[in-house]
């Protein structure tokens, strides 16, 4: 079993920028990749940015593309994701996830089919 742990939530005036971090641990040494979704009000799960353990390759959705980075922590289990110019439509639960490396068969979008979850982390953006 894998535990993913997250944290960094807030709320924020739009404009602004918060930090999330995530660590995984446990049974990680199967990870493939680690990233971050979230589900905004009334919306279905979506895949915002993850990032490849063997290259360290990266992917973002493409409303997050210049604003969100995500970065390691070294050969850690663990990831972070700077969000910069938050915008009111960035308010969701942000979830952290790690990926074993399985074909992709949901529907969240990302290339990623994602087996451990975080229990997510409320970021509030404020027009």
Known sequence: QVQVLESGGGLVQAGGSLRLSCAAS?????TYA?????QRPGKEREFVA????GDGITHYEDS???????YR???KNAVYLQMNDLEPEDTAVYYCAVSFGREKYSNYGGPYEYDYWGQGTQVTVSA
Do not use: A, E, P, Y
């Not at 993850?50 to 353990?53: F, K, L, V």
């Open 50 to 53: 993850g990032m490849r353990w």
């Open 64 to 70: 997050v593309k210049g604003r969100f980075t995500i």
């Open 26 to 30: 446990g049974r990680t040494r199967s």
């Open 34 to 38: 680690m990233g971050w979704l979230r």
């Open 73 to 75: 922590d070294g050969g």
